[in-house]
């Protein structure tokens, strides 16, 4: 039985793909009504075959990536990157009163942006618990948004 299996795979692969030439591909073709095996319909047949395949590929890496993200943390650090720039002193140290107070010895700190702030402090240390997903997403828009707002302006941006 395995013998004859194996000698049966290896005449259809003899038949399916290495004897597969330009008739059998036109034929092919002309099966699933594309007609001649022109570059358009090859990149058609392409396209439509490719769709279905990166799909579940791209739902799965937007799933994975959104399991990533540290919504404060990563809202925060990008705040101060945008705001402080890249080049400033032990950024990575620096807190949201840091942060304030920096801000505010630049009168660069607008009540959008202390509320921000202050939003963030309370959801990240007012409860021993993890604030919502849902609370943390719309902070961490809130942060990308005024970020690009207020891009730096400091004598630390690069």
């Known amino acids: 039985a395995w013998s004859r299996f194996t000698s049966q795979s290896q005449i259809y692969w003899q038949r399916w793909v290495v004897n597969f030439d330009n008739a059998q591909q036109n034929s092919l073709f002309s099966l699933l009504m594309l007609g001649g095996a022109s570059k358009f319909s090859s990149l058609l047949l392409l396209i439509i075959g490719s769709v279905p395949v990166l799909i579940p590929i791209i739902w799965w890496w937007r799933r994975s990536r959104k399991q990533d993200i540290a919504p404060l943390a990563d809202g925060f650090m990008l705040l101060k990157r945008r705001l402080l720039g890249n080049a400033y002193p032990n950024l990575a140290a620096l807190g949201a009163t840091e942060l ?3 801000l505010e010895q630049d009168n660069r700190l ?5 509320q921000l702030l202050q939003d963030f402090i309370t959801l990240n240390y007012a409860s021993s618990q993890a604030p919502c997903k849902h609370a943390a997403q719309a902070w961490y828009r809130r942060a990308r948004k005024l970020s690009n707002k207020y891009r730096s302006k400091s004598k630390w941006a690069a």
């Open 100 to 102: 304030k107070a920096e």
């Open 110 to 114: 607008t009540p959008d942006l202390d």
